[in-house]
């Protein structure tokens, strides 16, 4: 009886597809967060009659009959497309209008990617994150500075105590893309990871060689749509359900046959 393997293969992609929705939803307010979609392709066929076979009357069977057995999941992938976007006022609160992200120093020397962000400074007045990952090139912001300004092209400006009538340039941000973003590696914390699937990244200037430019005093937020999450889910557990009733039809038949001899 094919029907149960098949519809318990049903089963656990739904029951995959389901746990992203919730991952989805639970991250509806994450600053950066982009979402994850389900990719699924059915199983190996199985070939009952084959195609062409010649029949006693001489003629050719112009089609086959296969049987398939089910479905299985083949990618997760992340959807970079913009989220929503709010006004903070805050000048360390940052955006990338369009493609590219942002580079952070990990404690162990390595480079961590990143959509977020909401950057603050530490004691030594580095701009960081709110875990304490330095934005990579470093910017330190004087101590004497009484206003900080960013650039749409990332260039980092202050007004020093004293001299208000002075702008002072203290750094640029620098942005990268990667070739396939979809292959980068969430390792969470709003943080990715380069693989081989991703490629290299290609660093550049904000609004130069098809990177984003940079806004000052907004944050982008997740991309999940509430709603399309709920049809997803919807869709999902009816799915689930006809399976379940699949391989309880599968059972009756069984039962049928087993009950033949009586």
Do not use: C, W
Request: proline content about 4%; hydrophobic content about 40%; aromatic content about 4%.
């Amino acid at each position: 009886m094919r029907a149960m393997g098949t519809a318990a293969s049903g089963m656990k992609a739904m029951q995959l597809q389901i746990d992203a929705i919730s991952n989805n939803l639970a991250n509806v307010n994450t600053t950066g967060f982009k979402k994850n979609t389900m990719q699924f392709q059915d199983l190996l066929y199985e070939s009952v009659v084959p195609g062409g076979q010649v029949r006693s009357s001489g003629l050719s069977e112009p089609t086959r009959v296969e049987v398939g057995h089910g479905v299985k999941l083949v990618s997760t992938a992340k959807d970079f497309g913009q989220g929503t976007i709010v006004s903070t006022n805050n000048p360390l609160d940052l955006m990338i209008e369009g493609d590219g992200f942002f580079q952070l120093r990990m404690p162990d020397g390595d480079l961590a990617y990143s959509r977020d962000g909401s950057f603050k400074l530490d004691g030594e007045r580095n701009v960081v994150t709110s875990l304490g990952y330095r934005l990579e090139p470093a910017i330190q912001v004087p101590a004497d500075a009484t206003e900080v300004s960013i650039a749409r092209d990332g260039t980092v400006s202050v007004r020093l105590a004293g001299d208000s009538a002075n702008v002072q340039d203290i750094g640029r941000l620098e942005l990268v893309r990667f070739p396939n973003p979809a292959g980068l590696i969430a390792k969470g914390s709003n943080l990715f990871l380069e693989s081989p699937a991703s490629g290299a990244p290609l660093t550049g200037n904000p609004g130069l060689d098809g990177i984003g430019e940079i806004a000052s005093g907004f944050l982008e937020m997740s991309n999940v749509e509430t709603v399309d999450e709920l049809v997803r889910m919807i869709t999902a557990q009816r799915a689930y359900e006809l399976n379940s009733k699949t391989i309880a039809m599968a059972d009756q038949m069984l039962q049928t046959a087993n009950n033949i001899k009586r």
